[in-house]
């Protein structure tokens, strides 16, 4: 039986479409940790403003009602809701 050697992927950290390390041509490298993209162009974007694209992912809000709650969040300028 042959071993398939398993391909590692990661995700292009502009558009989120997944690359092969070994095989993309378009790298970066901030702070001393290397980025890997599909395009030139999402790797001239990541290098514009990386801070832009590098929010942890604790950040980002998870499902339906952290998304309900981000868009109530930037609607009402983070102000607390008044219930009266």
């Known amino acids: 039986m042959e071993q398939s050697k398993s391909v590692k992927s ?9 690359v ?3 095989s993309s041509g378009f790298i970066a ?3 001393g940790k290397q980025y890997y993209f599909c395009a030139e ?8 403003n990386p801070k832009k694209f590098l929010v ?3 950040d980002k809000p998870k499902g ?3 998304r309900y709650m981000a868009k109530l969040k930037k609607a009402t300028g ?3 809701m008044k219930c009266h």
């Open 56 to 58: 942890p992912e604790c």
């Open 78 to 80: 983070e102000k607390p």
């Open 41 to 48: 162009s999402c790797r001239k974007s990541f290098i514009e």
């Open 64 to 66: 339906w009602w952290g």
């Open 10 to 18: 990661i995700r292009d950290p502009v558009c989120g479409m997944t």
């Open 29 to 31: 490298t901030i702070e």
């Open 20 to 22: 092969i390390p070994e």
